[in-house]
């Protein structure tokens, strides 16, 4: 299929009119020297923002955390939910919290001794 056959479906679409897009587009191939130039750029992007959000970005990120394991574990429907024994999920959360707890300490030991090393 050439792309003014593509082209030409899309050229007749209207979004607004409810009735899904035609079936087809093709996936896009990124070339490699792209991928390979903006993935550096990208990570540097994102440690340039987190520096800049500080202690902010890392709260915002725990509470969407602590919001997503709740609602797996509060959603009757889901049948992961139902799947499982109350003993289980409750096993289930207390290794979540050790390895939350395990993490936040590890942390912060860990920044302790790059303090220590940076002096």
């Known amino acids: 299929m050439s792309d003014a ?19 087809t ?15 550096p750029i990208s990570v540097l992007a ?18 969407l955390g602590i919001q997503s394991a709740r609602s797996a574990f509060r959603n009757a429907r889901n049948p ?12 289930l959360f207390g290794a979540w919290l050790g390895l939350v707890l395990y993490l936040g300490v590890m942390t ?3 920044e302790s001794l790059f303090l220590a090393l940076a002096r």
């Open 25 to 39: 587009a093709e996936p896009v191939v990124v070339p490699r020297w792209v991928q390979l130039v903006m993935l």
């Open 108 to 110: 912060l030991q860990s």
């Open 46 to 63: 994102l440690w340039v923002v987190a520096r800049a959000a500080g202690p902010v970005l890392l709260i915002f990120i725990a509470l």
């Open 80 to 91: 992961y939910y139902t799947s499982v024994s109350p003993q289980a999920r409750l096993a």
């Open 5 to 23: 056959d593509i082209d030409s479906d899309f050229e007749d679409h209207d979004p607004l009119e409810g009735e899904p897009p035609p079936a």
